[in-house]
T-cell receptor, first 116, second 109 residues
Framework: DAGVIQSPRHEVTEMGQEVTLRCKLISGHNSLFWYRQTMMRGLELLIYFNNNVPIDDSGMPEDRFSAKMPNASFSTLKIQPSEPRDSAVYFC??????????????FGQGTRLTVV | LAKTTQPISMDSYEGQEVNITCSHNNIATNDYITWYQQFPSQGPRFIIQGYKTKVTNEVASLFIPADRKSSTLSLPRVSLSDTAVYYCLVGTNDYKLSFGAGTTVTVRA
């Protein structure tokens, strides 16, 4: 397996534009995480899906952010409209999460988003 | 959620052993201890996980005392390529795992 694949790797957009980040999970994994990383705030969990269902979206900053899992292997994170403060590296991760113990999460290479 | 405390940074030299201690005084009975490594411009990578005593793999060892209120990640004979941020996480369910500031380990020649 090629691992978790994110696209694009880099995105530069103007304030107010819509941005869509994409993530392909590792085959067979049933949990999906979106994280955001900045120097100031470190790694923050935005949203967690299990079996395509959003379980915890308490980390999503505001209504401008939305995430979907149209199928078991793919997810999108959309920001509309984008703002300069959204500039960060966005990571997607997947795992074979079980109910009783923590399992290894595999991270993608990230998407570096710059909103100007 | 169990809060973790680890040093902000550590310096070392090639060939030395690096030990990073993480405190987690309010760890719960079902919690596991997991360490991740993050290189610049990459996503975090799982290193090792344990529940008690000692766990060893090809990358590191994890020592957990009987009270489980702390754990120590041991990196044997580090090289320049081990320069990274190391995160200690404590929890049961993946989505409850929160990444703190981590420990920036700098290995010098």
């Amino acid at each position: 397996d090629a691992g978790v694949i994110q696209s694009p790797r880099h995105e530069v957009t103007e304030m107010g534009q819509e941005v869509t980040l994409r993530c392909k999970l590792i085959s067979g994994h049933n949990s999906l995480f979106w994280y955001r990383q900045t120097m100031m705030r470190g790694l923050e969990l935005l949203i967690y899906f299990n079996n395509n269902v959003p379980i915890d979206d308490s980390g999503m900053p505001e209504d401008r952010f939305s995430a979907k899992m149209p199928n078991a292997s793919f997810s999108t994170l959309k920001i509309q409209p984008s703002e300069p403060r959204d500039s960060a590296v966005y990571f997607c991760a997947s795992s074979e999460a079980g109910a009783s113990r923590s399992s290894e999460a595999f991270f993608g290479q990230g998407t570096r988003l710059t909103v100007v | 959620l169990a809060k973790t405390t680890q040093p902000i940074s550590m310096d070392s030299y090639e060939g030395q052993e690096v030990n990073i201690t993480c405190s987690h005084n309010n760890i719960a009975t079902n919690d596991y201890i997991t360490w991740y490594q993050q290189f610049p411009s990459q996503g975090p990578r799982f290193i090792i996980q344990g529940y008690k005593t000692k766990v060893t793999n090809e990358v590191a060892s994890l020592f957990i005392p009987a009270d489980r209120k702390s754990s120590t990640l041991s990196l044997p004979r580090v090289s320049l390529s081990d320069t990274a941020v190391y995160y200690c996480l404590v929890g049961t369910n993946d989505y409850k795992l929160s990444f703190g500031a981590g420990t920036t380990v700098t290995v010098r020649a």
